[in-house]
Every structure is written in structure tokens, then in C-alpha cells.
């Protein structure tokens, strides 16, 4: 049963070819210049810490902490998604549990039982 295995690596072509619609290599494909101090969205390095960090922004943003970047003129609550984001955290937390440093276990932690205790405060004060 030996089959010989094909991979499709057509992607990468696409990926090169809007590149190269941008003339600093954002990646984003449209002609134009970005501000100055703007750094191209892949040259933000991606780790544990990143990526827990960006999710609980996001909760955030949904528990009405911080305003939505798209429109920083008002906060919004949408406290539906900000418990999905808080309970995805918590799986990560479970299923990384034993593989991840001290510091990335710390911080998994605090920012779970934060975000968990803003939650429950808004509950409070929307049923009281």
C-alpha cells in the first residue's frame, strides 16, 4: 500500500504574487505605502504568549474593557463571545497543561482568572 505522496504547494505562489502587489512585503496585495512606524503584520512574532495575549484582548474588547480598535469612539459588550473566548483560554490551558514554561503557565493562569472575574462582575451588575 504504498502510495506516493503529493503535496500541494501552489499557495506559496499566490502568497509570492501578492507580495509583490505590495512594495514592502506586508503580504496584504494592495499598492500603498503604510505610516511610518507600522510594522508589517507578519513581523509580529507568533508564540504561546502572543497568541493568548490577542485572545484576551479580544475578551476585552467584548466585555466592554476596551474600545473595538475599528471604532475606538464607543466600548461594546457582547458578553456571548466574551464567555466563548474566555472558556477557548481555559481549553488552552487544559490541553497545554504540563508543556508550557513557567512564564506561559502564569500567564495563562492570571489572565484566565481575570478575565473570569470581570465576566462574573458584569453578570452581577446586569441582573441586579
Given amino acids: 500500500m504504498d502510495r506516493e505522496k503529493h503535496v500541494d504547494e ?14 514592502d512585503g506586508c503580504g496584504c496585495g494592495h499598492s500603498h505605502e503604510h505610516a511610518q512606524g507600522d510594522e508589517p503584520a507578519d513581523a509580529m512574532e507568533i508564540n504561546f504568549i502572543n497568541y493568548v495575549s490577542s485572545l484576551a484582548f479580544q475578551a476585552l474588547i467584548f466585555l466592554g474593557e476596551l474600545p473595538n480598535p475599528l471604532d475606538d469612539s464607543k466600548l461594546e459588550k457582547n458578553l456571548p463571545q466574551a ?21 506561559e503557565d502564569n500567564l495563562i493562569s492570571a489572565t484566565v482568572y481575570e478575565l473570569q472575574m470581570k465576566f462574573v462582575e458584569l453578570l452581577k451588575k446586569e441582573n441586579a
Avoid at 12 to 23: L, R, W
Avoid at 93 to 101: D, Q, V
Wanted: glycine share 8%.
Fill in 83 to 103: 464567555k466563548f473566548l474566555i472558556d477557548t483560554l481555559i481549553m488552552i490551558r487544559e490541553k497545554t497543561k504540563g508543556n508550557l514554561t513557567p512564564e
Fill in 10 to 23: 501552489s499557495w506559496k505562489d499566490s502568497v509570492s504574487g501578492e507580495k509583490e502587489n505590495c512594495g
